[in-house]
T-cell receptor, first 111, second 114 residues
């Protein structure tokens, strides 16, 4: 196990709703990255947080936003949910090294 | 543009065989590569990594080879076991404005028959 935890495990929402996903990073890791993985695809980078600030973002619209807290845990918020937002959302943490360690993911279904 | 791709979507092997999973990358500036294993319903699990100043790195039953000339990466699994059945991703670290993001390919499914 990587020590990275995510909650909830599964979530079902309807179009237009808002959702918050949570991630606790591995002890000692100050960087958290979020990825979206559609079925049958590789993970796609959403954004990265380092010491409570967003320091990089992928090709995702502004309705995808996040936070990182002083204990380095993180949240991913998605507003105005669309059907295409249905995916596995992965959180990965890293420390002083380059390796990112992933949590088990949150499966989001948008109806 | 940057992309990481895989040659074979599915690889079927017999238990005990050696498996080779291949990956091509396009960003010649990438200097760090990782192989992940993802089992159904789980997050990607780190297997092994390699930096661009190396050609080969070995782990327990796994070896990663890097050919920078042709921008090719491979993962070799020795004595493949049923527990190795999973989707394998290669990922590339792309430096972008001061942060590092992983660029993944679509994955290769490894099926191991007893």
């Amino acid at each position: 196990e990587t020590g990275v935890t995510q909650s909830p495990t599964h979530l079902i929402k309807t179009r237009g709703q808002q959702v918050t996903l949570r991630c606790s990073s591995q002890s000692g890791h100050n960087t958290v990255s979020w990825y979206q993985q559609a079925l049958g695809q590789g993970p796609q980078f959403i954004f990265q947080y380092y010491r409570e600030e967003e320091n990089g973002r992928g090709n995702f619209p502004p309705r995808f936003s996040g936070l990182q807290f002083p204990n380095y845990s993180s949240e991913l918020n998605v507003n105005a949910l669309e059907l295409d937002d249905s995916a596995l959302y992965l959180c990965a943490s890293s420390g002083s090294g380059d390796t990112q360690y992933f949590g088990p993911g949150t499966r989001l279904t948008v109806l | 543009g940057e992309s990481v791709g895989l040659h074979l979507p599915t690889l079927s092997v017999q238990e005990g065989d050696n498996s080779i999973i291949n990956c091509a990358y396009s960003n010649s500036a990438s200097d760090y590569f990782i192989w992940y294993k993802q089992e159904s319903g789980k997050g990607p699990q780190f297997i092994i990594d390699i930096r661009s100043n190396m050609d080969k790195r070995q782990g327990q039953r796994v070896t990663v080879l890097l050919n920078k000339t042709v921008k090719h990466l491979s993962l070799q699994i020795a004595a493949t076991q049923p527990g190795d059945s999973a989707v394998y991703f290669c990922a590339e670290y792309s430096m972008n404005t001061g942060f590092q993001k992983l660029v993944f390919g679509t994955g290769t499914r490894l099926l191991v028959s007893p």
